[in-house]
């Protein structure tokens, strides 16, 4: 158990700091936060630029909100995961995948999105392929595997 949480972790502690484990969540949570502030640092920008259709339209607004939304939710699921919650690992694979996804559709899709939002994306891409490498790779997959 964790001392905040009643439920019962489901990686015990010393895997959990194992340097190998250790250096992984390290990465993940960089990379996470990473995300979040550009993120944030987008949806102000948003706010602050002109409202002309070419520069900011209900697309990038709506985008901006689920990108914070979505990196929010990354963030605090790896600081959950880096504490062994299988849930939270889960969904932090979950949630990598969906973005990039989504991210690669705004990127190759004409239109809607203006070219700095593009790019911006592409950089909030770059942040989750590493979230995704590591949540995907050998050592944490066989850190959170069903015993």
Not at 39 to 48: D, E, F, H, Q, Y
Not at 126 to 138: D, E, M, P, Q, S
Request: proline share 4%; charged share 15%; net charge positive.
């Amino acid at each position: 158990m964790n001392a905040r949480s009643p439920q019962p972790l489901a990686v015990a502690d010393e895997n959990l700091h194992h340097p190998r484990s250790l250096t992984a969540f390290r990465g993940t949570k960089l990379l996470a936060g990473g995300y979040l502030g550009l993120s944030v640092l987008t949806l102000m920008a948003i706010a602050l630029l002109p409202s002309d259709a070419a520069t900011v339209n209900d697309a990038v607004w709506i985008r901006g909100s689920i990108v914070v939304a979505s990196a929010l939710l990354t963030f605090v699921s790896a600081v959950h995961a880096a504490r062994g919650s299988r849930r939270a690992y889960r969904r932090l694979r979950i949630i990598s995948g969906v973005m990039l996804v989504a991210i690669a559709a705004i990127i190759a899709v004409p239109g809607t999105f203006p070219l700095w939002m593009k790019i911006e994306q592409g950089a909030c891409g770059l942040f989750l392929i590493g979230v995704a490498a590591l949540v995907n790779g050998r050592h944490l997959r066989s850190l959170f595997a069903a015993r």
